[in-house]
């Protein structure tokens, strides 16, 4: 089984925009056109069985509608392999009755972006979200390290989710992009954690657009010794299969865990038993 469990979709009518806005900020290529049934058509092809959308709220005004287009997704497309996470934003007031309602609408957990959403990881109004999620048995994952549109800019560091374990304890958290985005040499200062990281991203090189100018070496994510080194550190146990399609193609993402020297139990661990365990509570 292969189960991603980091992809964006765009309602229909404005993805074409979106995907065109997002690919000249990042300078790096769509794989799919960021529709759900782009997401679908991928997943049929390369034998995902199920997708996790994560939405991002980049306003307060957002959360709501969010959420109830994520539960909408979810009861609908489940039986099709996709499901979404929920919502929410460090600013919006009643966070403790929509965390509430996110996890009365059947969504198994929140998506938060400290870039995106201006506010330091460790900042009082993240954590007060963050506990609330874990009291509820939220998943919360969280955008980790540099992120591609945002060049300099880091709200969530290795250190700052160790600050969050230590205020919180132990909740099912997901750092993106293997702990933290062009970050990694800081990640190992999470051994020892129960924190699971994502793969989403983070593996082979960018998928530069040929009209914008790169240094090849900016191009460089991880390559087979740089994620060894994590999954060294973290074990096959706490390593989620993520592409952050469109942004990633499915095919060479889940190649680079296939070819990786490890074994078979451990790559099946990375691309979906851990993920079932996670989601489903085994």
Same mark, same amino acid.
């Given at each position: ?121 460790? *900042?009082?109004? @993240? ?10 048995? $939220?998943? &919360? #994952?969280?955008?980790? %390290?540099? *992120?591609?549109? @945002? ?10 989710? $160790?600050? &969050? #374990?230590?205020?919180? %304890? ?113």
């Amino acid at each position: 089984m292969i189960i991603d469990m980091h992809t964006h979709i765009f309602p229909d009518k404005i993805a074409a925009e979106v995907i065109d806005k997002l690919s000249r900020t990042s300078k790096s290529r769509a794989f799919t056109d960021g529709t759900l049934s782009g997401l679908l058509n991928s997943m049929k092809k390369f034998g995902v069985e199920l997708s996790v959308v994560l939405p991002v709220a980049t306003n307060t005004r957002q959360v709501e509608k969010v959420n109830d287009a994520s539960a909408n997704l979810t009861e609908n497309f489940s039986a099709q392999g996709v499901i979404s996470f929920g919502c929410i934003h460090p600013d919006f007031t009643n966070y403790r009755a929509e965390l509430s309602r996110i996890k009365n609408l059947g969504l198994r957990g929140i998506k938060i972006h400290p870039v995106y959403q201006d506010t330091d990881l460790d *900042d009082k109004k @993240f954590l007060r979200i963050i506990e609330r999620a874990a009291e509820l048995d $939220l998943i &919360v #994952v969280t955008h980790a %390290g540099l *992120d591609i549109g @945002f060049p300099g800019v880091v709200r969530c560091t290795p250190q700052m989710a $160790l600050n &969050v #374990v230590k205020e919180i %304890g132990d909740f099912k958290f997901i750092l993106a992009h293997m702990g933290g985005w062009k970050s990694w040499a800081e990640v190992p200062a999470l051994a020892g954690t129960n924190i699971f990281i994502d793969t989403a991203f983070s593996t082979g090189k960018i998928p530069a657009r040929s009209d914008f100018n790169w240094a090849a070496a900016d191009l460089n994510l991880l390559d087979e010794s740089g994620f060894m080194t994590l999954y060294k550190i973290f074990g096959a146990d706490k390593i989620l299969f993520g592409t952050d399609s469109p942004w990633s193609a499915l095919d060479t993402s889940i190649e680079f865990i296939k070819n990786l020297p490890i074994s078979d139990a451990d790559k099946n661990k990375i691309l979906g038993e851990n993920a079932t365990k996670l989601l489903y509570s085994i």
